[in-house]
């Protein structure tokens, strides 16, 4: 078992930064890639970024050279660093881990609001 905690949501300005949080505790071990989802109103959730346990990342097209995804194995926690903010990155934001190791996150967390509105 795997257990994800979000934090770091937020209302934030058009331009602005958030830096949201992903601490896992449980069966750390067994995690293979973290990533970030978002879900906004109305829309599916889609992934935003993830990151392997070697370091390798991706992100979603509309994210790329605005938002960074890094982990701290130190500390067992992922981040997702969001600049340049846009009222469309508006919506809840989960983490999710892969223990399978076949590409399916089987663990979520709660989800943060990240509001971007003036």
């Known amino acids: 078992q795997v257990q994800l905690v979000e934090s770091g949501g937020g209302l934030v300005q058009p331009g602005g930064s958030l830096r949201l949080s992903c601490a896992a505790s449980g069966s750390i071990f067994s995690i293979n890639t973290m990533g970030w989802y978002r879900q906004a109103p109305g829309k599916q959730r889609e992934l935003v970024a993830a990151i392997t346990s070697g370091g390798d990342t991706n992100y979603a097209d509309s994210v790329k050279g605005r938002f960074t995804i890094s982990r701290d194995n130190t500390k067992n926690t992922v981040y997702l660093q969001m600049n340049s903010l846009k009222p469309e990155d508006t919506g809840v934001y989960y983490c999710?881990?892969?223990?399978?190791?076949?590409?399916?996150?089987?663990?979520w967390g709660q989800g943060t609001q990240v509001t971007v509105s003036s």
């Open positions: 999710a881990s892969d223990t399978t190791g076949a590409g399916k996150y089987d663990y």
